[in-house]
T-cell receptor, first 113, second 112 residues
Framework: DAGVTQSPTHLIKTRGQQVTLRCSPK?????VSWYQQALGQGPQFIFQ???????QRGNFPDRFSGHQFPNYSSELNVNALLLGDSALYLC????????????FGEGSWLTVV | QKEVEQNSGPLSVPEGAIASLNCTYS??????FFWYRQYSGKSPELIMF????GDKEDGRFTAQLNKASQYVSLLIRDSQPSDSATYLC????????????FGKGTRLSVIA
């Protein structure tokens, strides 16, 4: 049973560029959440997708957007990258089968130079 | 603003000792409480969750919850060097798929 998978693992982008991160949830999970974890900080909630719609959103600007596909996989897009966007981006999946327990993928390390 | 507070550490304990990690939260409506372990350069891994006041034990780990004091702790018995990691406390305001609010984590170092 595959867990939460994310891609790419590491990437380097230049300020002003755009990035797309991808996530496949754990089998049986229908809800995907994205978190940003800066160095030395705890993860911060970006947004959550369920039934292909953004259901909840944290305190992040509109430069951060996402999408959920019919197979429950998800993408996180960040436009006009800033140096401060450098962080570990974590995808977490959950669903009725897991109660309110979420499981994280291995994350995508984004460095903006 | 919902907040979760943890001592950043590092907390150093000798091998075989009990490590005690503490967490306080500001939202009295919080219902679910989680402890994640995060090794350097890796993603958080769920260790335990607790919903009710009191203690919950799982192997060498015990989670303790006191909702009146808005306090949750994690005890690690017989600490091993492999327990050296950052421990993240997280809370949710209610049941269901609601976002987790994380603390900044406590760095634990178990000295052999």
């Amino acid at each position: 049973d595959a867990g939460v998978t994310q891609s790419p693992t590491h990437l380097i982008k230049t300020r002003g560029q755009q990035v797309t991160l991808r996530c496949s949830p754990k089998s049986g999970h229908d809800t995907v959440s994205w978190y940003q974890q800066a160095l030395g900080q705890g993860p911060q909630f970006i947004f959550q997708y369920y039934e292909e719609e953004e259901r909840q959103r944290g305190n992040f600007p509109d430069r951060f957007s996402g999408h959920q596909f019919p197979n429950y996989s998800s993408e996180l897009n960040v436009n006009a990258l800033l140096l401060g966007d450098s962080a570990l981006y974590l995808c977490a999946s959950g669903g009725t089968s897991s109660g309110n327990t979420i499981y994280f993928g291995e994350g995508s390390w984004l460095t903006v130079v | 603003q919902k907040e979760v507070e943890q001592n950043s550490g590092p907390l150093s304990v000798p091998e075989g000792a009990i490590a005690s990690l503490n967490c306080t939260y500001s939202d009295r409506g919080s219902q679910s409480f989680f402890w994640y372990r995060q090794y350097s350069g890796k993603s958080p891994e769920l260790i335990m969750f607790i919903y009710s006041n009191g203690d919950k034990e799982d192997g060498r780990f015990t989670a303790q919850l006191n909702k009146a004091s808005q306090y949750v702790s994690l005890l690690i018995r017989d600490s091993q060097p492999s327990d050296s990691a950052t421990y993240l406390c997280a809370v949710t305001p209610n049941s269901g798929n609601t976002p987790l609010v994380f603390g900044k984590g406590t760095r634990l170092s178990v000295i052999a």
